[in-house]
């Protein structure tokens, strides 16, 4: 059963940057979109980016310019660098890897990250 590791969460200050990263513990034997998401407090997970399998970022609009999401296929690792970070960031963050072509379809997320953005 593959785990991801999401080490990297923490307390900054508005402007500052972090980065979050997601590891497989197991093998993946399979291509795979990788996404990071995030929940605020009273509010539903949301899509931050993700990366196709092909290396194709996409990013919600309320961070793009200030977020980049890049991975490694050889180590299984998917990093997430935050720039200019606001308040408004401030959720715990979940790492997703996922594979909905059949053969070998999964579904895989982290525990989660809290991430706080205050002065």
């Known amino acids: 059963q593959v785990q991801l590791v999401e080490p990297g969460g923490g307390l900054v200050q508005p402007g500052e940057s972090l980065r979050l990263s997601c590891a497989a513990s197991?093998?993946?034997?399979?291509?795979?979109?990788a996404g990071w998401y995030r929940q605020a407090p009273g509010k539903q997970r949301e899509l931050v980016a993700r990366?196709?399998?092909?290396?194709?970022?996409i990013y919600a609009d309320s961070v793009k310019g200030r977020f980049t999401i890049s991975r490694d296929n050889a180590k299984n690792t998917v990093h997430l660098q935050m720039n200019s970070l606001k308040p408004e960031d401030t959720a715990v963050y979940y790492c997703?890897?996922?594979?909905?072509?059949?053969?070998?379809?999964?579904?895989?997320w982290g525990q989660g990250t809290q991430v706080t953005v205050s002065p």
């Open positions: 997703n890897y996922k594979n909905l072509v059949p053969p070998g379809t999964f579904d895989y």
């Open positions: 197991g093998s993946i034997y399979s291509s795979y979109a």
């Open positions: 990366i196709t399998r092909g290396g194709t970022p």
